[in-house]
């Protein structure tokens, strides 16, 4: 059931389904999406805004990236940062931005809605899960903010959703590992419970081997400097707390090859 659910889910024959684990990175490039799969990624998250756990992206990257990569694509829609309490107008523009994900060859989709108590918002969901079909769907990391994780689980196996992405609601998959192991065995292969939040090649393996998840999510970036010779420093494009626009964090081929390798010698 759990064998033929993930690869309906993430495409048959791709990297790291041969060893039974699957690993899932998220980007916001073209360049780091080729990195990925030269890494060995299974799967794309693709994303815009990581800095706010990922939005909406272009879909002219979307276009690039599915002509510059084979693994499956899973298209992040999510329209703004901040919380996952959505208004009718935002519901309009995720069903929207599924439209035009689907056309431009999303192999899946990446969503999470809550209600105002900290509950899964079932009528929303039920709204954009049907304009994801036949696609699967991930619910992903406002699982976090739920208020009860086990009845939000069972949630989401009754609404359909493939894959829940977790750190266990804490700060990261490690803290949160205890959870993570009780909401997989809850899951019984109904719904793959994905780990993802802080993973690195330090804490992989006791992850893995402590939640007994088939599949993981990272991002195994690094920082990057900019090609730009002429830097004018009195002048930032975002908040004064943002990153510098001359230091680019790109999905490192190294790292995603270190995290593959360690997975394969666990499962």
């Known amino acids: 059931m759990e064998r033929r659910d993930r ?4 495409g048959a024959g791709n990297a790291g389904m041969a060893d039974g684990f699957l690993m899932e990175v998220c980007v916001d490039s073209v360049e780091s999406a080729v990195n990925a799969e030269r890494g060995g990624a299974g799967r ?7 800095m706010e ?5 272009s879909m002219g990257l979307l276009q690039v990236v599915k002509q510059c990569v084979r693994v499956p694509v899973f298209v992040m829609i ?6 996952f309490l959505y208004s009718d107008r935002e519901l309009e523009v995720m069903k929207a931005d599924i439209r035009l994900a689907k056309l431009h060859g999303a192999d899946g989709l990446v969503f999470g809605a809550l209600t105002e108590d900290g509950r899964i918002d079932t009528e929303l969901c039920t709204a954009l899960l049907a304009v994801c079909r036949p696609l699967p769907v991930t619910f992903h990391r406002a699982f976090d903010m739920v208020h009860d994780p086990l009845v939000a689980l069972e949630t989401l196996v009754s609404l359909g959703f493939e894959r829940v992405l977790t750190s266990g609601c804490d700060s990261s998959a490690l803290e949160g590992l205890p959870l993570i192991k009780r909401l997989t065995e809850q ?6 419970v994905v780990p993802g939040g802080g993973i690195t090649e330090r804490n992989l393996q006791r992850i893995l081997e402590g939640s007994g998840a088939p599949e993981f999510h990272c991002s195994a970036r690094s920082a990057r400097d900019s090609g730009m010779k002429f830097r004018n420093s009195s002048v930032a494009m975002g908040s004064s707390l943002s990153v510098s626009e001359y230091s680019l964090k790109v999905a490192d081929v190294a790292q995603v090859r270190t995290l593959n390798a360690i997975a394969k010698n666990i499962l």
Do not use: M
């Open 187 to 192: 899951a019984k292969g109904r719904i793959v």
């Open 44 to 50: 794309i998250e693709l994303c815009a805004g990581l």
């Open 53 to 57: 756990g990922g939005t909406t992206p």
């Open 78 to 83: 999510r329209p703004r940062g901040g919380d």
């Open 7 to 10: 690869k309906r889910g993430s």
